[in-house]
């Protein structure tokens, strides 16, 4: 079946225009549009991983929600606003079960960003016109507009996709979109109804888990709101999904198998960093130092030392294993060779 694409650059006519229920605290942007709440985000690709992404300004402050990708795991990130400045940005927090993560702009502290109301967004119905706002295939690196694609909802549904050989982790309902927003940069947009009222997230490049095609989908802003206050207070989200009942090694198996430490679990979401490699192991010698930081192990995200554990337990010996670092902020792919566990319990 064609797919028929209706892409559109945000250079014609009404889109450019202000919308009012966009919020801004910031002096003479009362009329802030989506061009001006929308940020580029650029950090770290390898392979078929993209360098670059996008995400939503949500608070005057400078805090940027978009999708928990590579990006903001890597531990260095650069955003850019509609007026071109650049900024670095840090992780304050994700919410797996949602995808989300929230970023902060290191700016001055007087100064102040257009953001969008979360509490003014909508729950359209399938049918509803919309428009998404993102920096697809890198078509802005400074202060040009962002690109817009029209389409419609055309459903809610629960998502089973997959990425790669990782099972995604999104646990709720989503929006599937009338319009190509599976696109290289896409994830982390803004998705409004025509009036340009904030309705959604713009989701990642993934793959149906039963069909294989590709999911055009976005997450209801009133979804992630809950979870965008709880990240800014510091605090768990309620009603947060369990972490799925996987194996995983245990501190000791792992040092075993791999001679590898992580550091303890001391915070609920401790990063993958290595905190000890074994002369002569299967980590030393595929160049895993301590220090490093886990990003990726095959096409799995890692967020925490336990996400790791889990991962490293699909696999069995005399398997090699893609593992992908992040150190001294470069990312660095390496080959892990998975060996028989030792006998030394020590």
Request: proline share 6%.
């Amino acid at each position: 079946m064609k797919i028929r694409r209706r892409t559109l650059l945000s250079l014609a006519g009404t889109l450019l225009q202000p919308i009012s229920v966009v919020h801004s605290h910031a002096p003479d942007t009362d009329t802030a549009g989506p061009q001006q709440v929308v940020v580029k985000l650029f950090g770290a690709g390898l392979g078929s991983l993209d360098s670059y992404g996008t995400g939503v300004l949500v608070t005057a402050e400078g805090h940027v929600l978009t999708v928990a990708s590579h990006l903001v795991s890597a531990g260095f990130l650069t955003a850019v606003t509609s007026d071109g400045k650049r900024y670095a940005a840090e992780t304050v927090a994700t919410e797996p079960s949602l995808d989300a993560a929230l970023l902060k702009l290191k700016a001055d502290p007087s100064d102040q960003f257009p953001c969008i109301d979360l509490k003014s967004s909508l729950d359209p119905e399938p049918g509803t016109p919309v428009l998404a706002w993102s920096n697809m295939f890198r078509v802005a690196a400074g202060n040009e507009p962002v690109s817009v694609v029209h389409g419609v909802i055309a459903a809610s549904v629960p998502l089973e996709a997959v990425q790669g050989k990782w099972k995604f982790p999104l646990q709720s309902r989503v929006w599937l979109i009338d319009a190509i927003t599976n696109n290289s940069g896409a994830a982390g947009g803004l998705l409004t109804d025509a009036s340009g009222t904030p309705v959604g997230l713009i989701g990642r490049e993934i793959r149906h888990a039963i069909s294989g095609t590709w999911v055009n989908y976005a997450v209801p802003l009133t979804t992630l709101r809950p979870a965008v206050e709880a990240m800014l207070e510091g605090r768990k989200l309620a009603n947060s999904q369990p972490q799925r009942n996987e194996p995983a090694l245990s501190a000791r198996e792992l040092t075993a198998r791999f001679g590898l430490a992580l550091m303890p679990a001391v915070l609920e979401r401790t990063p993958a960093w290595v905190d000890a490699v074994i002369p002569g192991s299967a980590a030393a010698v595929a160049g895993i130092r301590r220090g490093d930081l886990i990003v990726l192990i095959g096409d799995a995200v890692i967020t925490s030392e336990s996400d790791a554990r889990r991962r490293l337990a699909e696999y069995r010996p005399g398997q090699k294993i893609a593992v992908t670092l992040s150190r001294d902020e470069q990312l660095l792919e390496l080959s892990l060779m998975v060996t028989a566990p030792t006998t030394d319990n020590r």
